[in-house]
């Protein structure tokens, strides 16, 4: 019965009704758009078996530094001794050239694992077999699992492909399985194969990510003591390679998710309980208008007899319908709004990370709709339930009190709209701020006119350095003769492409206790590579074209670099080499560079060097490709080249460099997009709420505001009266707000790059805006009451 007469209820003002419906459906999108981000990142489990077990190793470098890779020897080392766990995996992602049966050959991304590492997550092949440890030695079978759509587009999903050959790299491998389509781990692999290291590689080579699945009864704090004690002998063993060296244990999911983005999402989900906190204060606003013209109604059901749960229990009812529709509106928006989302990520996800609208996230909206009806249902549902009834049953009865305690109620909402929606537009606009911020910083090089494409010098065919320099210098000259490119060069990594070398390097003379190392980031680089860029020469020289064809110990060092370490000389002459290593060949400085950003929010400068790309000739390398008009134009051409010296060689990641420096900061860009769309939801609301208590206001004082005009106030009067009001409670809420917004941002302190999370110009810009909102949402019902007819406004009652 009670929900039959709210659905007559609502049908009979249908303009109240949508107003609701769509205000909280806008309130409970973005919170299930944000939820939905939660599920797929933090939320949901892994898809292993028994996820809670599996931990992130990794090693770190002086305690209290950033963790590190592994080195294969010490994984071999912790294998052997610890009892913590059931078993570890160590496995690095590779790209691997697939060789083309029609078209273009094809760039995969892999990852080579130990042995035993479906054992350790608990996955088993949708066909075939895991590895065998046989296979897992140097110089062991080549052998390969492929993923199901692979298998699918390359055998026709064909049972009989395991045991076939593929070629890989250049080399032969046979299948022994497909792994199911929903496994691409450890991110987006789509093969894995043996790790094939032996115990007496490079103890001091950290490029391994090590999983580990943990005993029955250990926790992870536990595991993290046995490994470090594995470490400290292992120090002591080998004083030269693992001194300053240690270990950190983590869980799985919190080490792959990441701190800064569980922040963020956390910082999101605030925000957006910002958003549905306004949108139901909006509501119950609504509420309490429409009780004006209910209030009669509820004093003749109290009269013949009604008690006041009775009441309560049909106004929830209504609330919980209009939250109930708004829910599933809401659901509606939250579709849009993730594939909004979904499009403002240029980079590929993990497979385990699915921003979808599941079962859980609609369970979570169910809720958050009830809790929503509730919330703002409630408190206009208790004063709507006791009305006095001798004033409400009398004709023309006025009912002042009750209408004072609505307005006030409808006042302290209003208050609480405004001050929220300050905190909201405040981290917004901040965001937005720092992000422009980013866009117009100055990276140390030139970005114009320029063109990156990757290739993997893959297999044999490139297994010497000598076939490897070929090879680039092949291209390099071939590409200086396409039409419209003025200038070539080449790099092992390039700037904000999301790799970085980084070591440690020794200075001639200069000793440091051991341990206490100074690191930089380096670079292979053609002798181009710095006129391309445009990064500018403070003095010495750059390398040049013979010393491209010749294995020179030379190299380029940054401003930052020569100041820290030859602050009072001229580095020029003076020599480093990679780490402690007495092996490792001097390099004899040549040059200065101006200091360039690696990734757009370094904002120290750190030591960086160039070596001859003839010194260092890595398998992987981009090409840049300066030109005098458009760079994608040349894209074609490029491809073209490269095909023509070797038909295998895939091309990969073509972007120009402004398209690199805009996907570097794509989480600023989203960051600021969602904060934005959040605030001006939050604006839209709050000027809905201030005007709708203006507007009640004028409709509750008609009478007092005929009385005054008719002893002489003139329009001016009343309409400095009304939006007097008006600001007097904006007011209120920005006091509030700035208070809170001082505190809440800064959470954001992390996520700002060049400004301060109490930016003064910010929060008084901000604070201007929404005090024009409320001068504007004011002023029209107060015009409104200006040009009341004293005589209509006395006869009214």
Not at 594 to 622: A, C, G, H, M, W
Not at 706 to 718: E, H, S
Request: glycine letters at 10%; aromatic letters at 8%; a positive charge.
């Amino acid at each position: 019965m009670d929900f039959r007469y709210a659905v007559r209820t609502l049908l009979k003002n249908p303009l109240f009704t949508l107003i609701a419906i769509v205000t909280l459906g806008l309130g409970i999108g973005v919170n299930t758009v944000i939820y939905s981000c939660m599920n797929a990142v933090i939320l949901r489990p892994f898809p292993y078996r028994d996820p809670d077990q599996l931990v992130g190793v990794r090693e770190r470098y002086k305690m209290g530094s950033d963790w590190s890779n592994v080195s294969y020897p010490n994984f071999h080392d912790w294998r052997e001794s610890s009892r913590a766990f059931t078993g570890l995996v160590a496995l690095s992602t590779q790209s691997f050239n697939l060789a083309a049966r029609d078209g273009e050959p094809e760039r995969l991304i892999g990852t080579a694992m130990t042995f035993e590492g479906l054992r350790v997550l608990g996955i088993q092949p949708l066909l075939g077999r895991s590895f065998l440890k046989e296979e897992d030695q140097v110089g062991g079978p080549k052998v390969v699992l492929i993923g199901e759509q692979l298998w699918m587009n390359r055998y026709d999903g064909d049972r009989a492909a395991v045991g076939k050959q593929i070629e890989l790299n250049g080399d032969s491998y046979t299948i022994i399985g497909v792994m199911p389509s929903t496994f691409a781990f450890p991110d987006v692999s789509t093969l894995w194969v043996p790790l094939q290291l032996s115990p007496t590689e490079n103890r001091g080579n950290h490029f391994l990510e090590v999983i580990g699945r943990l005993a029955p009864g250990v926790s992870v704090s536990q595991a993290g003591v046995e490994l470090a004690g594995i470490a400290k002998r292992l120090e002591q063993q080998y004083p030269a390679s693992n001194t300053g060296w240690s270990t950190t244990v983590r869980d799985l999911h919190e080490l792959e998710v990441g701190s800064e983005t569980r922040t963020v999402l956390l910082i999101m989900m605030g925000a957006v309980a910002f958003v549905l906190l306004i949108a139901c204060a909006n509501v119950a606003n609504l509420l309490i208008a429409k009780a004006t013209v209910r209030y009669k109604e509820i004093a003749i059901r109290t009269a013949l007899g009604a008690s006041r749960s009775r009441i309560v229990r049909q106004l929830l009812t209504e609330s919980l319908l209009i939250a109930l529709l708004g829910g599933v509106l809401g659901v509606a928006f939250a579709y849009v709004g993730l594939k909004l989302v979904v499009a403002g990520i240029p980079i590929d996800l993990p497979f385990w990370m699915r921003f979808t609208i599941d079962g859980p996230v609609l369970l979570f909206t169910l809720g958050l709709a009830i809790a929503t009806g509730l919330l703002f249902g409630l408190a206009p549902a208790l004063q709507l339930s006791s009305p006095d009834m001798h004033e409400a049953l009398k004709e023309g009865g006025r009912n002042a009190g009750a209408g004072q305690k609505r307005q006030r109620l409808r006042s302290v909402l209003v208050v609480g709209e405004i001050a929220l929606s300050l905190v909201l537009l405040i981290g917004a606009t901040l965001m937005i701020r720092s992000f422009v911020k980013l866009q117009t910083l100055d990276p140390g090089f030139e970005r114009d006119h320029l063109l990156t494409l990757r290739t993997a010098m893959a297999g044999s065919p490139y297994d010497s350095s000598f076939q490897r320099k070929g090879f680039v210098v092949q291209t390099l000259e071939r590409l200086r003769a396409v039409p419209g490119v003025t200038e070539v060069a080449g790099a092992n990594i390039v700037p904000f492409s999301g790799s970085n070398n980084s070591s440690s390097f020794t200075v001639e003379g200069q000793d440091v206790r051991v341990g206490d190392e100074p690191t930089a980031s380096w670079r292979s680089v053609t002798p181009g590579y710095f006129p391309v860029l445009g990064i500018s020469l403070v003095k010495g020289r750059v390398f040049t074209e013979q010393e491209l064809r010749d294995s020179v110990q030379l190299v380029v060092i940054n401003e930052a670099m020569a100041k820290r370490f030859w602050e009072k000389t001229d580095p020029l002459g003076k020599r480093i080499r990679f780490g402690r290593d007495t092996s490792s060949a001097w390099m004899t400085v040549i040059g200065v560079v101006k200091d360039v950003r690696i990734r757009p929010l370094d904002e120290s400068r750190p030591n960086q060097f160039y070596l001859s790309f003839s010194r260092s000739p890595q398998r992987n390398i981009t090409f840049m490709v300066k030109t005098s008009g458009n760079p994608a134009q040349a894209t074609n051409a490029v491809r073209a080249v490269i095909r023509n010296i070797d038909p295998k060689m895939p091309v990969f990641s073509i972007f120009t460099m402004e398209q690199l420096f805009e996907r570097s900061m794509w989480q600023q860009r989203l960051y600021g997009w969602m904060f934005g769309v959040f605030a001006a939801i939050a604006v839209l609301l709050a000027a809905t709420g201030v005007y709708g208590v203006m507007a009640y206001m004028v409709v509750q004082r008609t009478q007092e505001i005929g009385v005054r005009m008719a002893l002489g106030a003139r329009a001016a009067d009343v309409t400095r009266l009304m939006v007097g009001r008006g600001l007097w409670l904006a007011g209120i809420g920005l006091i509030i707000g700035l208070v809170a917004a001082f505190g809440v941002t800064r959470v954001l302190a992390s996520l700002l790059f060049g400004i301060s999370p109490n930016d003064p110009l910010t929060f008084v810009g901000i604070s201007a805006l929404l005090t024009g909102v409320a001068l504007i949402a004011s002023y029209v019902p107060a015009r409104r009451a200006a040009q009341i007819d004293p005589l209509i406004a006395l006869r009214s009652e």
